[in-house]
């Protein structure tokens, strides 16, 4: 597989008065042909100027910077722009154009600015259209468009650009959930059947794991490590970088969950494999409560349990005897506080020989 990018012990950051202003440095890596790449990182990494930096928008502090074999600086602009397509977060306010008079602004490098589109350039700023699913859009002014469509015209702008490299700077950051999942997962598509190279910046952690080719994890204390996501899920960078209090990473899944505090344990019984089961724990846990299978050696009060039989319900059992039965997880929340508490003050004047009026 071609290398499209390399970077060579690069520096980034500002110049400034009284010196430079270091962000990252002495970074390594390459971008291959038919990949796409997540960058990842927490805020203040420095992912947004690595790529504008590798997207010669700004100058390295030091270092090299190869595209397809060259050197960056020795590219004239008309040349660059037919080899990257860039999207950034902030692109400029553009207001009254037309979507797909937006999108054609990708052929400017091969018509000119004024230049006149051939039949070939409407049909890919169509396919570009297309792709990104904005079609129904081409003809709204970009001022009538919420964030998201916006961003969804800059990415299908790029790909009008028919660059084999595009370098996105958190594409996903004004969408609804299924537009990131579908968006994540479109991008990937083109990479492998157009071939070209896709590096993106993201906060999207969890949908990057899953769909990048390769991630590079960029930390200004730890550098830039990269790698398969899998491959870095085994040696642990993954947790390295992002685990923090209150935050695990499963290897297994390449997935993250969050550590609640359980101050009370509280009996479950029923199939753990159900589906009733596991989001009932999940509820649970949420909710201060650690589920366990058996009361012994354990925090929780003997005279209260759960018991989800699997036949859509959820039951209250109170000193062996069924209290309340729900078909909603809501309602059995409601109950289960006051009633642990109920017996657990219940047991406190047992063992003080006390009755409730004293």
Known sequence: MSTSVEIKKLT?????RGGNKVIASNLQAELCGSEMVCLLGPNGAGKSTLLRTMASLQPALSGCIEVM?????SYKSHELAQLISIVLT???NIKNMTVEEVVSMGRNPYTGFWGKLKEKDKKMVEKSMSW?????????KMQTLSDGERQKVMIAKAIAQE???IFLDEPTAYLDYPSKIHMMTMLHRLSKTLR???FMSTHDLEHALQVADK???LDKELGLVTGLPEDLSIDGSIEKFFAKEGLTFDRESCSFTIQHETPRDILVEGNDNSLEYKLCCKSLLRNGLRPVSTATGTQA??????RIPGDGTFRLIEKQQESIKVEKIDHLLHMIVPTITKHQISAIREAADMNPYE
Do not use: H
């Not at 980034?12 to 400034?16: C, D, F, L, R, V």
């Not at 990104?132 to 709204?140: N, S, T, V």
């Open 196 to 198: 070209k190279t896709i």
């Open 69 to 73: 074999g060259r050197d960056v600086r």
């Open 215 to 217: 991630v590079w994890l």
């Open 301 to 306: 009060c003997p005279d209260v349990a759960i």
């Open 90 to 92: 902030d692109n400029s």
């Open 163 to 165: 660059t084999p490299i």
């Open 132 to 140: 990104i699913g904005i079609e129904e859009l081409a003809k709204r």
């Open 12 to 16: 980034t950051g500002y110049k400034a």
